[in-house]
């Protein structure tokens, strides 16, 4: 089979994705590429092209290249720059050609999260950090905007420590914080009401694992996907415990879920201090234990910024305007 498909993506699309977000013409002529344009934007397109080609060319599963890829390259290669102007701006910008793509850790499979069933590489430097930090670290906070991975990350390195033999159980929770329904109008039994808002963790789950395999590992108790409030009274032993949306925790219950440690275990703390659903008023657990906790050494602190979601490119820019115009209150007032 031809690897070229891989990089070149569906009708040439990557390719196309690259002179238009570089300003640069790329001629194919079969197996040879050729690039045109601004000599800075040229350079880099080389060096993007080739660290993609030696991830297609070395990967152990055939993943065919996609935009996402090709931003977190001049992502890394411009950690400080904005995104790339896009239509109907004057001006594209001129990019550094003395960055060392070759020895970036992104897209490199050996910074890769594997599964059986399925492989994800960190796109960002605070993604690589927060990585590096889920597989060493006994408790880890990720913190910030939403998109960023946080969530996602955390469950693709339970997986792999889980399949690793690391670590016995699979534990999962968050605050069911009402945030315009009430609880008790919606349809179903206990799990009826709190799954909606544990979806994105099923989701996660049923990409690295399976939906078959999600279902048996929870009828033996292997996989434990649970409100908060489950939590109380229990020592979580040999197991991956990750509290999703810990921004709509109160003080109280973030103070519960830390003592619930055990042996073995791994605690990871996430949410977006940003977005809480707490009443007026009500002090976030999130925010307040970070504060707390900030000086144990034995404990890491991955702040994610606009920069580093990895979802579609106008939610970083969306995020963004929000920012600027709080900030633009603040300063009136």
Request: proline share 5%.
């Amino acid at each position: 089979m031809s690897l070229l498909p891989l990089l070149y993506g569906e009708h040439n699309s990557n390719i196309s994705y690259l002179e238009k977000t570089l300003n640069v013409e790329i001629a194919d002529r079969g197996n040879t590429l050729s690039v045109s344009g601004n000599a800075a934007n040229v350079a880099l397109t080389e060096q993007i092209l080739q660290s993609l080609w030696g991830r297609v060319t070395h990967s152990k599963k055939l993943e065919v290249v996609s935009p996402a890829d090709i931003d977190a390259l001049i992502h890394f290669a411009n950690p400080s720059s904005k995104t790339p102007k896009q239509d109907g701006e004057r001006k594209m910008p001129n990019y550094d050609s003395a960055a060392i793509l070759p020895a970036s850790p992104v897209l490199n499979d050996q910074n890769a999260i594997v599964t059986k069933r399925k492989s994800v590489v960190p796109r960002t430097t605070n993604q690589m950090t927060y990585v590096e930090a889920l597989r060493r670290k006994e408790m880890i906070y990720g913190v910030g905007p939403a998109g960023t991975g946080k969530t996602y990350l955390a469950v693709a390195v339970g997986v792999e420590l889980y399949e690793k033999g690391m670590v016995e159980r699979l534990i999962f929770c968050r605050p069911a914080v009402e945030a315009g329904e009430k609880l008790g109008f919606l349809p179903g039994d206990m799990r009826d009401k709190i799954d909606p808002y544990l979806r994105p963790i099923y989701d996660a789950l049923h990409d690295f694992l399976g939906g078959e395999r999600v279902e048996k590992m929870l009828e033996r108790g292997e996989i434990e996907i649970a409100p908060l409030a489950f939590m109380r009274g229990r020592t979580l032993s040999h197991a991956y415990v990750v509290l999703d949306e810990a921004q709509n925790t109160t003080s109280t219950q973030m103070k519960m879920f830390l003592s619930r440690m055990g042996d073995n275990s791994r605690m990871i703390i996430t949410g977006d201090p940003s977005q809480t659903d707490l009443i007026n008023g009500e002090v976030s657990g999130l925010k307040e234990s970070m504060e707390i906790l900030n000086s144990i050494d034995e404990i890491s602190f991955i702040k994610f910024e606009n920069a580093d979601v990895v979802r579609h490119k106008l939610v970083g820019k969306i995020l963004n305007a929000y920012d600027s115009r709080k900030i633009r209150k603040n300063n009136a007032t």
